[in-house]
């Protein structure tokens, strides 16, 4: 079959390859790959920004992944050939709390991703796909969107008329703007671009503002909102926009830390965290049931995902180069384009 190695860091050293077709066990799944999309972590991997102490390489690259189950172990009872169904990056992390091994076992860095023509899924870690979209939009699912559904739902219990601040254009940014609103809370999102702008107000967003015109933007969410402050905040920036964040939010609201695109250390003014009783949680994705769950409830919520771009299975590099420039939405690559 064909497929992408990551042999080094550096995308120069993505390679595409011939191998054998992966073998299953009895309790795997053997995939036809449609679809994959990337996301920030892709780009991190090959730059040698997320766990590279636990990569060896070659290693096929890229978590989100859709396409045709073709062939099923002897134990395996949740699905059957034909079965349209969607990856969950870690393998191993099927329900409450994480036991700290996830990144041992997670798709396209320790185990073998979706960027080749057949990849091997545990029947225990992967999700029919809902049964509304493509395979192109399935495979924009299991991280930007599902980080969006584990900590709006799982941790932050959102309810209709809650306020929800969402930062940029990227993948999880759009999916956090159409999630928040079908949920009916009302949304406001930021960008430093107005054409962007408008089309979050297309995607949801009630409220919008650009950061470069209000750098101090959290001032402005505490006017928009009369004082009040947001609820929730899907902060992907990282560095000094933490210290924003708790400006902006109402009290004893929920600041869920998803990225880390300015830098990965934060200085927070103390007395604001706890005069405003924020609560900041880590996200790292999430587990199983609660993706199993958001996959079903996509079928109702009547959510198109945005994809800015399409790209073939051959021009990868070129689908990267896009990712690490940036994308209103997602980037996707379609093997049978």
Request: proline residues 3%; negative net charge.
């Amino acid at each position: 079959m064909k497929a992408w190695h990551l042999e080094n860091f550096g995308l120069d050293n993505l390679k595409q390859v011939e191998v054998d077709k992966p073998k299953i066990n009895e309790n795997q799944i053997l995939v036809k790959v449609n679809s994959v999309s990337l996301n920030y972590r892709d780009t991190a991997i090959v730059e040698g920004v997320y766990t590279p102490e636990l990569l060896k390489f070659p290693f096929v690259p890229v978590s989100d992944a859709s396409g045709e189950v073709v062939e099923i172990g002897s134990n395996v009872t949740k699905f059957k050939i034909g079965d349209r169904v969607t990856s969950h990056m870690f393998t191993t992390w099927l329900e409450g709390k994480p036991k700290g091994d996830e990144q041992l076992y997670a798709l396209g860095a320790t185990v073998n991703g979706g960027l080749s023509e057949y990849m091997v899924l545990n029947e225990s870690a992967t999700v029919l796909s809902p049964e509304t979209y493509t395979d192109n939009q399935a495979s924009t699912l299991p991280v930007a969107a599902f980080v969006v559904w584990f900590s709006l739902v799982e941790y932050g219990n959102i309810k209709a008329g809650d306020r929800v601040l969402v930062q940029g254009t990227g993948g999880v940014s759009i999916f956090a703007i159409q999630i928040a609103s079908a949920l009916g809370a009302e949304v406001i999102a930021t960008s430093s671009s107005d054409e962007k702008l408008e089309k979050a107000k297309e995607l949801g967003a009630s409220k919008v503002i650009n950061y470069k015109t209000h750098p101090d933007w959290e001032k402005e969410v505490q006017k928009l909102t009369n004082g009040k402050g947001v609820e929730h905040i899907v902060e992907v920036v990282g560095g000094s926009s933490i210290a924003k964040s708790i400006e902006a939010l109402a009290f004893q609201g929920n600041i869920y830390v998803i990225g880390f695109l300015e830098n990965m250390e934060a200085e927070v003014n103390l007395f604001s965290l706890l005069a405003k009783q924020a609560k900041i949680q880590g996200i790292n994705v999430g587990h199983h049931r609660a993706f199993e769950d958001f996959t079903k409830a996509l079928d109702k919520l009547n959510i198109d995902p945005i994809i800015d771009n399409v790209y073939s299975f051959d021009q990868a590099k070129e689908a990267y180069e896009h990712q690490m420039k940036g994308a209103f939405g997602k980037i996707v690559i379609d093997f049978n384009k």
